[in-house]
């Protein structure tokens, strides 16, 4: 009998797997599409030669997760590639803020009037990242955290919402990069704990960076299962789970699911029936026959480039599509564009790029043309680049990746107390009805994002479980 069985290879379930299988338990992992990876993966999806990145690109979290760093996944092929910015944000008027790895070049870009805001916000958490961030998302855990008071500090400044930490801003560009921000994970700008999303975001960028996997975020997930592999557990994929007795015997079972169809094949009945889904993504990757057009020089540069004219516009968008039901005339849209940084990633002098915008959770129109009309704001010229584009709604989403239900990529939505205590107001988010059973995917803390903690926290788990059994 094995000690563990996992469901879903996406990063939370290969994560789970290495953690349980570092510690000496026999694991086996399940996954039911042909390749590892989840939300990251990499495939050529408009023409050949050019990889494209399906669902997550950039990775800030990835790159100071706790869980990725204590791991030797650059043995394993992984490796990290940095662009001149992290991140930049263009205004209308061709100019642009940053979120650069320097905090003072990212406040110079914000303007004189809020650059000593700006070091005062983030500078006292930066000094000590390394154990906020292990504190910040091992969170809820049976451990008490490491450093008390910066953790209450950031949650004094982060608990509100994002509206009220960026109320120290005195003029918009500030307050249009940091709405961007926190829109990352598709939650209102008014809703609980935003400030902490916007925080986690910048705070990243300064401490190691917004890089991107060479060859493509396959590499993180191809780097785990490898590293699974050499610990001796065992990868089947092609094998669909309906229902757990589709599963070998084990003394422990961790799905990298959604809540839905954990509660579908453990038989649990309306127990996760609560859980709320949010907004879905309209995403198009594009084949391009150069780099995009940008009128602001440092969005050229930027691995990733955040589309919204002000915060009122973004704010717009997102009430739109979690709260209106409708798709916003104007969307925030986040686009990475890998082939600054990789040249590996298309043919010679040619681009992939990647964009998405939010709408409502299953919706079922087309958004291209907004998309590209809020493009040709900020590059124009852009459609005269595409060579080929692959678009993907909210049924094409949730085709490609069972987790995304009606195109949520976060697993859940992330507003309300659902974006602190999911998939259930409880102190045990990992457990379920069954003591053998485990839910590891980002529908558990600390929530959506390629960074493996919500398996590296259910792992804990788990061997708690197989200990106790003896």
Known sequence: MLDAVVVGAGPNGLTAAVELARR??????????????????????????????????????????????????????????????????PF???????????????????????????????????????????????????????????????????????????????????????????????????????????????LSAHARGWPLARGGSQAISDALAAYLTDL???VHTDYEVKRLDDLPPARAYVFDTSPTALARIAGFGRYYDRFRYGPAAFKVDYALDGPVPWTAPEARTAGTVQIGANSAEIGAALRAASREGRAPDRPFMITVQPSVVDPTRAPEGKHVFWAYGHVPNGWTGDLTDALEAQLERFAPGFRDRVLARATAGPAELAARN??????????????????????????????????AVFLCSSA???????????????????????????
Request: aromatic letters at 8%.
């Open 92 to 202: 209308p008027d061709g100019t642009a803020a940053v979120l650069a790895r320097s905090v003072a070049e990212t406040a110079a870009s914000f303007g004189p009037r809020d650059a000593g805001a700006y070091r005062r916000l983030v500078e006292p958490f930066l000094a000590k990242w390394d154990t906020l961030v292990r504190d910040f998302m091992s969170l809820p855990s049976s451990g008490l955290p490491r450093d008390p008071v910066t953790l209450a500090r950031f949650g004094l400044a982060g608990l509100p919402p994002s509206t009220w930490l960026t109320s120290r801003f005195r003029d918009e560009r500030a307050r249009t990069l940091f709405a961007g921000l926190v829109a990352h994970v598709m939650a209102p700008l008014n809703g609980v704990a935003t400030g902490a999303v916007g925080l986690v975001f910048a």
């Open 402 to 435: 069972a987790n995304y239900v009606g195109g949520d990529i976060a697993s859940g939505a992330a507003s309300g107390l659902q974006l602190l205590l999911r998939p259930k107001l409880s102190l045990f988010p990992y457990g379920t009805p069954h003591p």
């Open 24 to 89: 000496g338990f026999s694991v086996a992992l399940f996954e039911a599409r042909n390749t590892v990876g989840g939300g990251a993966r990499t495939e050529e999806l408009t023409l050949p030669g050019f990889r494209h990145d399906p669902c997550s690109a950039a990775h800030p979290l990835a790159v100071n997760s706790p869980a990725f760093r204590a791991m030797p996944l650059e043995r394993y092929g992984l490796r990290w590639l940095h662009p001149e910015l992290p991140m930049a944000h």
């Open 232 to 234: 001796g557990g065992s």
């Open 444 to 470: 558990t803390p600390p929530g959506p994002g390629v960074h493996g903690m919500s398996g590296h926290n259910a792992a804990k788990a788990v061997w708690r479980h197989l200990r106790r059994q003896g």
